[in-house]
């Protein structure tokens, strides 16, 4: 692509160069910069790129895109916004891709992962071609990348819709983080349906309180958007979204909603309920345990009727879903007890699904999780009192402690756990805890080992890994 052609489609303050100069790619890291690159430069959180910008020239960068001048050789385009001009220029050199797409969004802190797995189950049951962009990777027409972000970086966020594009995917179903939303990631994007889980306490380590990270979360509905929005009215964010956006439907089980379930029975192997969709009812058989799934369920029907999918197809979908990754996955059963893993990594998850499982066993709840380091720190001692008031025996160990020492996060985390029980341990190094947990097994029992879910690495000191807990715990049992 020439520099001119892009210059017709960005918004830029000043360029003085060549624009016949061509660039074949896109790069915004310098280790990474091949020949002929276009090289993007900007402020980020931790360090300015523009500094690596004679990095780039030598690797082979053709020009730059930056905030100010930069004292290099190379032809540089000025603009105001460096991160956001990244999301700008990469729609434009994949051909607008997104634009060939019928994108749906879905947003919350908890339950994105699920609801689009949800919905690439019912489309795919109604004949769709479909795909997903989320925490566990990215997969359509059989291929599967493994995950590094919840929502990719733009330039390669774009590159792959334009390889389904060109593999004939229709629907994209793609998590949307509070980062992502924040940081200008889906700049341009339209999407024909918004989703709205949840908004509880995560991520306080960047925002710095919930007022801004709710808001964030709202500021995905405003704009236009979203051509439709799908509400949780039982969540006071949800509400505030509903009371400020057009075109909106709503699901809830407790608050006046578009779309609710009645007659729910939950059990250990799945959950049947009866779904009001816009007045039209239908039995839905879930394969996953847990009342937040059927929210989960809701949202997902909701979106797949406003997008002209007939309800048998939903429910079909829905029931052919077997479960999801690392969330509340029934891993197996061992000496008549059942073993859950959970992604489970913020208070309000681990309360729902312990809740879930409380309801269901038979004997003693166990409860295995630890809190990531270098994340928010004011979450452990909340998950610790809920561990402690949801569980009969808990077990604290290590997540992803990244730079942090494990053994301060698990102190952290015992602060709200001792005054309420003094029925756990400490066992840091994952694997041990996880067979020390599973050996206190009897019939009856469950244990859900929580914080990590689908992931396959543990973060230590900047190193990831190898560790899954399903893998684990399946090699324990034999």
Not at 33 to 59: I, M
Not at 452 to 461: A, D, H, L, S, T
Request: with cysteine; aromatic share 10%.
């Amino acid at each position: 692509m020439k520099i001119g052609e892009l210059l017709h489609y960005i918004g830029y303050s000043e360029f003085g160069g060549n624009p016949e100069i061509t660039f074949t790619g896109l790069c915004a890291d310098s280790q990474k910069v091949k020949q002929g690159d276009l090289f993007l430069c900007y402020q980020g959180t931790e360090c300015d790129s523009h500094q690596f910008a004679e990095d780039a020239k030598n690797r082979g960068a053709v020009a730059l895109v930056c905030e100010k001048k930069l004292d290099c050789e190379l032809q540089q385009i000025i603009v105001p916004d460096g991160r956001a001009a990244v999301a700008e220029i990469a729609r434009v050199f994949y051909g607008f891709a997104d634009k060939k797409l019928k994108l749906i969004g879905v947003t919350g802190t908890n339950g994105k992962t699920t609801t689009t797995y949800m919905l690439d189950g019912i489309f795919k049951a109604a004949g769709k071609k479909a795909g997903i962009i989320g925490t566990l990777g990215i997969s359509y027409c059989d291929k599967f990348i493994s995950p590094e972000l919840t929502t990719p970086d733009p330039i390669y966020l774009h590159s792959v819709f334009a390889d389904m594009v060109n593999c004939g995917v229709e629907y994209v179903f793609i998590e949307v983080s509070a980062h992502a939303i924040y940081f200008n990631k889906i700049a341009g994007l339209k999407f024909e349906v918004g989703i709205f889980t949840n908004c509880t306490q995560d991520h306080l380590d960047f925002f710095g309180n919930m007022h801004d990270y709710s808001e964030c979360k709202i500021s995905f509905f405003s704009g236009n958007r979203c051509a439709y929005s799908v509400i949780n009215s039982d969540d006071k964010t949800g509400r505030k979204i509903l009371s400020k956006t057009d075109n909106a439907i709503s699901f809830g089980l407790k608050n006046p909603a578009d779309v609710f379930a009645v007659d729910i029975v939950e059990k250990i192997n799945g959950t049947s309920f009866v779904l009001n969709l816009f007045d039209e009812l239908y039995e839905i058989n879930l394969k996953i345990p847990a009342l937040h799934n059927v929210y989960n369920a809701m949202c997902a029907s909701a979106c797949a009727k406003i997008l002209g999918i007939e309800t048998s197809a939903i429910a079909e979908g829905l029931s052919k879903l077997k479960g999801v990754a690392g969330r509340l996955e029934r891993v197996a059963n061992y000496n008549g007890a059942d073993i859950f893993v959970d992604f489970a990594h913020t208070p309000d998850g681990l309360e729902k699904s312990l809740q879930a499982l409380k309801k269901l066993c038979k004997g003693n709840l166990f409860c295995l999780f630890g809190c990531g380091g270098n994340r928010d720190k004011t979450k452990r001692p909340l998950m610790g009192r809920i561990a402690a008031e949801n569980s009969d025996f808990c077990i604290i160990t290590s997540d992803n402690p990244r730079y942090e020492d494990p053994y301060g996060i698990i102190a952290e985390i015992e602060t709200g756990i001792k005054p309420l029980n003094k029925k756990y341990v400490t066992v840091t190094e994952r694997e041990t805890a996880t067979e020390y947990a599973i050996n206190l097994l009897e019939k009856g029992d469950i244990l859900l080992v929580a914080g990590k879910g689908g992931e396959y690495y543990q973060e230590i000191m900047g190193i990831k890994h190898s560790y899954n807990d399903a893998t684990v715990i399946k090699r324990i049992i034999g």
